[in-house]
C-alpha cells in the first residue's frame, strides 16, 4: 500500500483540474470508473487503496495499485487508457 507521503507526490504530480478520472478494474475485469472533485480526490485515492487493495486502481490512466493484475495486464490497461483517456465529464460507467 502506498504511504501518505506517496499520496501526497502522486497528487502533486498530476495536472491541476477540477474533475479527475479514476478507474477501478477488478481481476475479473469489471471496471468502475467515477468523475472525483479535486477537492475529493486525495479521500477518494485513500479510500480505495484501504477498502479495495485487490483491485487494480488508476487515477488519470496511471496505476497507483495494480491489485491483483499482471504487471502485463496493468501495462496493457495503462497504454488503453493513454489512448483513449477519459473525461470524467462525460463518460459513462462501462458496467450498468
Same mark, same amino acid.
Given at each position: 500500500m502506498q504511504s501518505n507521503k506517496d499520496i501526497k507526490q502522486l497528487l502533486e504530480d498530476l *495536472? %491541476? %483540474?477540477? +474533475? /479527475? !478520472?479514476?478507474i477501478?478494474? /477488478?481481476s475479473n475485469e469489471d471496471r468502475r470508473e467515477?468523475? +472525483?472533485? !479535486? @477537492?475529493?480526490?486525495e479521500a477518494h485515492i485513500k479510500y480505495n487503496l484501504e @477498502?479495495? *487493495?485487490?483491485?487494480? $486502481? $488508476? +487515477?488519470?490512466?496511471?496505476c497507483i495499485n495494480p491489485g491483483y493484475l499482471s504487471k502485463e495486464r496493468i501495462l496493457e490497461l495503462e497504454g488503453e487508457f493513454k489512448r483513449n483517456p477519459r473525461n470524467p465529464l $462525460? !463518460? %459513462?460507467?462501462l458496467y450498468t
Open positions: *495536472p %491541476k %483540474k477540477e +474533475v /479527475y !478520472s479514476t477501478g478494474v /477488478y467515477n468523475a +472525483v472533485a !479535486s @477537492k475529493d480526490l @477498502k479495495r *487493495p485487490g483491485r487494480a $486502481f $488508476f +487515477v488519470e490512466g496511471r $462525460f !463518460s %459513462k460507467p
